[in-house]
């Protein structure tokens, strides 16, 4: 592969693939997948970057680009690359006061939002956002504000850069775009504190580029992509350019909570995703097992059974499965496993990198039983996403994979994992103080985390930071515990209670739908849901799934105390990042009489 700056990258596609389809977008109208040629995707990239000049932007001035997942963001991205620009992504669900600290840190002047909510949220942002000079819309239905003089929509900024009067200088500033050059100002979540914008530059990109070509040797141009995460996200966004990189086709999924339906719309052989994804598919297949009875339960059980021993047991270890099991498998990949596949809409599935959050080992295990090629990574924004991921036939359940290429890792003081390479960020945007503190004296990046390393294998501890100390002096990994609570069919959100007390206790946010099930079936009556999380029945039937799902852990990291809560946390209560992290801090503040009450 050639390794060209991002500026260049859509040109030398595009000469390669011409009229063939780059990206798809689901209009929402007519219901129909709209395709976009490479054709198509360099002119209008051009005509961006065109008018990204009529507008004065100068080489490496940050644009702001604050939107749902849109073609348009691609056609900003690159335009802002051939002109040696920044661009900064905002989650499309950032709040005003987060939206005018990222303006503010980054002195935005020109910026993009998808639709009504980004419109709103920014014009409520703007008094206090003295840099802002221009807003440019991308969604026509958006309904702007009667005192708005300033933004204008997309239509509007592409027809000032179609005369194409700005060529010469968009071509020069194209040529002499260096591996130095910043290219993304990416601001991480917050969990605690402010959030902090991480430089990636040109260099950044690239190496991880050649990184993943040398490991990914599975992916090619026949591959279609579904961008279902925020491209704001390392993860999707370096992923989404990866594709690009590649030739595949990328399938942009507007609106989250759809993917169930697009998923099946295009049926795709590549999709990035966080562990909830998983959980949930794993929770849907445990439901219909039990509800199934004689013969067919029986063949679905062993159909994991036999999965279980074929794929891990054997391959994952290099070794050859016994006949019997080889033929069993292959009966029921005909008749169970392509049904279940077909049934989520990834029956054309090459493999489905997760990341974001642990992957609890049941779930990465059921998922490789039957045949999904679930892709378990570690990575962060810091390192341009992937330091490390799990391989497709020889893999160690537990571990996050192998270490990539090109990227050096270190296990320091704490067992904190340390890393240096040409993928990590040179440091944090205006935190100079913070810099000093995020590497070590001799130039390694700290992440906060805590693992071990196996060879060339990575197992995660937990986050160093998050680590509790019990009043009696002992220490509990919370992330630890929640990962294996998650898996449950009455777990859907779950914040443990440590730090200075006596005994580990839990905050639930239930899954509603199964409870009210088990109530129905258990004829438990209740008025609300406030009534049903308080009913003894039910908190006994969910006391008794911790205490199995917990044997494992020692007395002291046991729950001893949960409360069932009758709604689930919020972003609205500032209770989530925009990645859906718990906020604890906020958590324990907002719960905070009803964590008193679990340790009276």
């Avoid at 100068?58 to 991205?77: M, R």
């Avoid at 209560?573 to 008193?596: C, F, M, P, Q, S």
Wanted: aromatic share 10%; proline share 4%; net charge neutral.
């Amino acid at each position: 592969m050639d390794y060209i700056n991002l500026s260049k990258m859509i040109k030398a596609r595009t000469a390669k693939y011409g009229r063939r389809e780059a990206l798809k977008y689901r209009d929402y109208d007519s219901s129909q997948w709209i395709p976009i040629s490479w054709n198509d995707f360099d002119e209008t990239v051009d005509i961006c970057a065109n008018a990204l000049v009529e507008y004065s932007i100068k080489e490496q001035e940050n644009i702001g680009v604050f939107s749902q997942n849109k073609p348009e963001c691609l056609f900003v991205d690159f335009g802002a690359y051939s002109n040696r620009a920044v661009t900064i992504p905002l989650y499309a669900t950032s709040s005003a006061p987060q939206v005018e600290y990222i303006i503010k840190d980054a002195k935005i002047r020109l910026i993009f939002v998808g639709e009504q909510y980004q419109y709103d949220t920014i014009m409520q942002a703007l008094p206090n956002c003295p840099t802002i000079e221009k807003i440019i819309i991308f969604d026509p239905k958006v309904i702007r504000k009667d005192n708005d003089t300033i933004s204008v929509y997309m239509s509007e900024f592409l027809k000032q850069g179609k005369a194409q009067q700005h060529r010469e200088l968009v071509e020069k500033r194209r040529n002499d775009s260096q591996q130095t050059d910043l290219v993304n100002i990416l601001y991480t979540s917050g969990t605690t504190g402010e959030p902090k914008g991480v430089m990636l530059h040109q260099s950044n990109f690239t190496v991880a580029f050649k990184n993943h070509d040398e490991r990914l040797t599975y992916m090619s141009d026949k591959d279609v992509s579904m961008n279902f995460l925020p491209m704001t996200h390392i993860f999707e966004r370096a992923w989404v350019y990866l594709c690009l990189h590649k030739g595949v086709l990328v399938c942009i999924n507007l609106k989250p909570a759809d993917i169930q339906m697009t998923i099946k719309e295009i049926r795709p052989t590549l999709m990035c995703s966080v562990p909830r994804f998983w959980e949930k598919v794993y929770a849907g297949v445990q439901e219909k097992i039990a509800e199934t009875k004689g013969i067919k339960k029986k063949l679905m059980l062993d159909a994991i059974r036999v999965g279980k021993i074929h794929n891990i047991d054997y391959l994952s270890k290099g070794l050859t499965p016994p006949l019997g099991i080889r033929l069993k498998y292959k009966f029921y990949d005909k008749f169970i496993y392509s049904l279940l596949k077909r049934v989520i809409g990834i029956e054309n599935g090459n493999f489905f990198p997760t990341a974001g959050a642990a992957v609890p080992d049941k779930i990465f295990e059921f998922c490789r039983s039957v045949g999904i090629r679930l892709v378990v990574g570690y990575g962060l924004t810091e390192s341009t996403a992937t330091v490390s991921f799990t391989d497709f036939d020889k893999y160690t359940i537990g571990s996050v994979g192998k270490i990539m290429p090109n990227v050096h890792v270190r296990i320091g003081e704490n067992d904190e994992i340390q890393l240096k390479g040409d993928t990590i960020t040179k440091g944090y945007y205006n935190k100079p103080e913070v810099n000093k503190e995020a590497f070590t004296e001799d130039g390694w990046f700290r992440t906060g985390d805590a693992g071990r390393i196996e060879g060339d294998l990575i197992f995660l501890k937990e986050r160093i930071k998050d680590l509790f100390k019990t009043s009696n002096g002992k220490y509990i990994a919370p992330q630890a515990i929640e990962t294996t609570m998650v898996v449950d069919k009455f777990i859907d959100q779950i914040c443990i209670v440590a730090d200075q007390r006596k005994y580990v206790s839990a905050l639930i946010v239930p899954d509603y739908k199964n409870l009210k099930a088990y109530a129905e079936e258990k004829g438990i009556k209740y008025n609300d849901m406030k009534d049903l999380v308080a009913n003894k029945e039910i908190i006994d039937a969910v006391t008794e799934h911790i205490d199995i799902l917990q044997q494992n852990f020692a007395h002291f990291e046991q729950i001893k105390k949960f409360t069932l809560l009758p709604e689930p946390f919020s972003m609205e209560k500032g209770e989530l990042t925009n990645t859906l992290k718990i906020k604890r801090h906020v958590v324990y503040k907002n719960y905070a009489e009803l964590i008193d009450k679990m340790y009276e």
